[in-house]
Nanobody, 120 residues
Framework: QVQLVESGGGLVQAGESLRLSCAAS????????MGWYRQAPGKQRELVATITSGGSRNYADSVKGRFTISRDNAKNTAYLQMNSLKPEDTAVYYC??????????????WGQGTQVTVSS
């Protein structure tokens, strides 16, 4: 089993920036994809961005041009740089990891979430 710990959330004003981090630990053979998802009150969890071990990135249309996902494979850590934040970005942000953990392939690995609140 892999443990994912997010950090970096907080309260900011519209237009400001935040950087989220997600550190994976445990018995890790390889992490194919790391991703960020978010869930606002009363809404379903949605994809924000993903990045493969080779560096291929995918973004939700709502964050393209404002958010940047990156990862440090040596540290098993993913980052989400969020610029020009908007009130509609307010949500709990969750980290996800897909890969070989404890000698089994798994994609249902989630962190505890970190709150991002953007005031207008």
């Amino acid at each position: 089993q892999v443990q994912l710990v997010e950090s970096g959330g907080g309260l900011v004003q519209a237009g400001e920036s935040l950087r989220l981090s997600c550190a994976a630990s445990g018995i890790i053979s390889s992490i194919n994809v790391m991703g960020w998802y978010r869930q606002a009150p009363g809404k379903q969890r949605e994809l924000v961005a993903t990045i493969t071990s080779g560096g291929s990135r995918n973004y939700a249309d709502s964050v393209k041009g404002r958010f940047t996902i990156s990862r440090d494979n040596a540290k098993n850590t993913a980052y989400l740089q969020m610029n020009s934040l908007k009130p509609e970005d307010t949500a709990v942000y969750y980290c996800n990891a897909e890969g070989w953990f404890n000698y089994r392939y798994s994609s249902t690995n989630w962190g505890q979430g970190t709150q991002v609140t953007v005031s207008s």
